[in-house]
């Protein structure tokens, strides 16, 4: 089995963590089978470590708070004809220390090493902290 490989992406429209957990949510609503899915125009080459454990961190307000488990990669063809890569995810968003991120397009890879580790059981749940207090705290290493 291949090592695994992450995503990071920009959370374009979300000023939180649970804004993406509601947005979402109200996309799925309705239907028990419905996974989450992030459309991109461009198709990961490194598809097999992706779907070997890798998940999608999410960057909202520049910085990764979240990630979910990248499940597959689907085949979307857009109104133009054009092929997309549809990237399913588990429903579970886990949230994740927080680890400063300047802004760019499309997607990274993500190594595993290189990867902000999930927040401690118990913690997963309390209020953020304001994405820029949250950023100077983890650029000198006490968040």
Same mark, same amino acid.
């Given at each position: 089995?291949? =090592?695994?490989?992450?995503?990071?992406? +920009?959370?374009?429209?979300?000023? *939180?963590?649970?804004?993406?957990?509601?947005?979402?949510? %109200?996309?799925?609503?309705?239907?028990?089978?419905?996974?989450?899915? #992030?459309?991109?125009?461009?198709?990961?080459?490194?598809?097999?470590?992706?779907?070997?454990?890798? *998940?999608?961190?999410?960057?909202?307000k520049? $910085?990764?708070? $979240?990630? =979910?488990?990248?499940?597959?990669?689907?085949?979307?063809?857009? =109104?133009?004809g054009?092929?997309?890569?549809?990237?399913v995810?588990?429903?579970?968003? #886990?949230?994740?220390?927080?680890?400063?991120?300047? !802004?760019? =397009?499309?997607?990274?890879?993500?190594?595993?090493?290189? $990867?902000? !580790?999930?927040?401690?059981?118990?913690? %997963?749940?309390?209020?953020? +902290?304001p994405?820029?207090? *949250? *950023?100077?705290?983890?650029?000198?290493?006490?968040?």
């Amino acid at each position: 089995m291949p =090592q695994h490989v992450n995503l990071v992406k +920009l959370c374009v429209g979300c000023e *939180s963590v649970d804004d993406l957990a509601r947005f979402q949510r %109200e996309r799925g609503m309705g239907d028990p089978d419905w996974l989450p899915r #992030h459309v991109t125009r461009m198709w990961p080459k490194r598809e097999a470590e992706l779907v070997a454990g890798g *998940s999608l961190y999410w960057v909202v307000k520049g $910085a990764i708070l $979240a990630r =979910q488990r990248i499940l597959r990669l689907d085949e979307v063809i857009g =109104q133009d004809g054009i092929r997309r890569c549809g990237i399913v995810m588990a429903r579970e968003i #886990h949230r994740t220390q927080t680890a400063p991120r300047r !802004a760019f =397009q499309g997607w990274r890879y993500l190594a595993p090493a290189d $990867a902000p !580790a999930d927040l401690p059981p118990g913690r %997963e749940g309390e209020e953020a +902290l304001p994405a820029e207090l *949250s *950023s100077k705290l983890a650029e000198i290493g006490i968040f």
